[in-house]
């Protein structure tokens, strides 16, 4: 096994361990043994339990399926709702485990580590640039009040689903997600 | 110093650990440090970190003003944003850190401590329902859409107020707060 192919398996299994463990919880050892290579080469390729934090974070965004804001053909407001159905049905098949990592480590983390801070607010302040840019189509295509702030909204909801997240793993319900949909897509943006 | 005001100690402290640093980055010895107590006293008064975190959540939740949703001769949604000015407040005044001890614990903890999940899961409820009770003297008073569902609205606010917390603790900013305020009460209420 090659050097960058144990690389890739360190940084998937570092973020597997710190989204089902947090932070705090996953030691390198953990990190490790769930990439089934000796404890030291850890070191050979991260820094840091932080570092690969980091890289973490960039690894989940790419789970969140941003393109389904993207699709064509389909209206701005659906777009949107696609993309919280698809991380609402993850969540609820999932046994309303490990929530969003942006989210945990910034409960966790970012009073205590300024680059996991920075790294989160990079993470959230794209997705709701991309919430925003959704909420602007909308309102271009005569769906959404034009006298609404987007950017606003777009935090909001931002804001609201990562609440969302904790509400539903501590209720063990989808009753905190029902609430989200109705709320959000037939009171804010109806 | 007697037993019992060693317990209180012990527990405040605690309390306070968990707040600033999270569960697992507190250690008992954290806890009886900062209560100015030897480590090994620590368990003649609580069995285990997690039953001294169980009791943080009911000290956090005595800190949460809900005299505030109760004023006399205050519109019920008036006291609903005294109750949240009064969060907001504490958040910015302290610098965008610790959050709510309910969601942070919510965010860490719920998918491994059945325990805490419960308690948080307790917490979240009893709170909710005070929100949803503040909705519905609103609405008895012609002050509120009769035909919203305020159980519904109060389990969203809550939700919403968790992830503002998450969102200007990442941001450093009270951007997420004002977003809450605006959307909570100038959209989902007004």
């Known amino acids: ?16 361990q710190f989204h089902a463990r947090g932070f705090n919880a996953t ?11 000796p404890k030291g080469s850890f070191y050979n390729h991260f820094s ?11 690894r989940y965004a790419e789970t969140l399926r941003f393109d ?3 699709t064509p053909d389909l209206p701005p407001l ?12 993850d969540t609820v098949d999932n046994g309303f485990v490990r929530g ?4 945990n480590f910034g409960a966790e983390i970012a009073d205590h580590s300024e680059e996991i801070r920075v790294a989160a607010k990079q993470g959230f302040d794209a997705w709701a640039h991309r ?10 295509a005569g769906d959404l009040d034009g006298s609404l702030n987007t950017e606003t909204i777009a935090l909001f909801i931002l804001s609201a689903w990562e609440g969302t997240l904790i509400a539903a793993r501590v209720d063990k319900s989808s009753a905190p997600v029902d609430a989200f949909f109705e709320l959000v897509f037939e009171r804010i943006l109806r």
Chains 1, 2 share one sequence.
């Open 1 to 16: 096994m090659g050097r960058a192919s144990k690389r890739e398996e360190i940084a998937e299994a570092a973020f597997r």
């Open 27 to 37: 030691g390198i050892n953990d990190i490790t043994k769930a990439a089934g290579v």
């Open 48 to 58: 840091s339990k932080e570092e690969s934090a980091l890289e973490a974070l960039s």
């Open 68 to 70: 389904l804001l993207a």
């Open 78 to 89: 659906e777009r949107l709702r696609a993309h919280f159905e698809y991380l609402s049905r």
């Open 100 to 103: 969003c990592l942006v989210g």
């Open 131 to 140: 919430l925003g840019a959704v909420l602007a189509e909308a309102q271009a």
